[in-house]
């Protein structure tokens, strides 16, 4: 079994900053790519931000691009997402996610809220 879990989440305002983690635990898994999603209420889920295991390389949604930014410890156990310049858009509940053989995401973390006052 394999566990996710993100912490870090909170109220901040709009221009603030916020780093969330995401510790991975139990059943050790190839990893193919770890990833950042976001649901906000009556919205579809949404990729933020992700990277290749194997390769480093990273991706982000446009809506983020230059804003955040998706990183690991050295041992690879914990993934971050850093998140700066905040807007009230980026209010959501956010997923840390990982694909172990592909890139369907398999795990998914509880998600931790993000709010961003006005």
């Known amino acids: 079994q394999v566990q996710l879990v993100e912490s870090g989440g909170g109220l901040v305002q709009a221009g603030g900053s916020l780093r969330l983690s995401c510790a991975a635990s139990?059943?050790?898994?190839?990893?193919?790519?770890m990833g950042w999603f976001r649901q906000a209420p009556g919205k579809e889920r949404e990729c933020v931000a992700r990277?290749?295991?194997?390769?480093?390389?990273?991706y982000y949604a446009n809506s983020v691009k230059g804003r955040f930014t998706i990183s690991r410890d050295n041992a690879g156990n914990t993934v971050y997402l850093q998140m700066n310049s905040l807007k009230p858009a980026d209010t959501a509940v956010y997923y840390c996610?990982?694909?172990?053989?592909?890139?369907?995401?398999?795990?998914w973390g509880q998600g931790t809220q993000v709010t961003v006052s006005s």
């Open positions: 996610a990982g694909a172990p053989a592909g890139p369907g995401y398999d795990y």
């Open positions: 990277f290749i295991w194997s390769s480093g390389r990273t």
């Open positions: 139990g059943r050790t898994f190839r990893r193919y790519a």
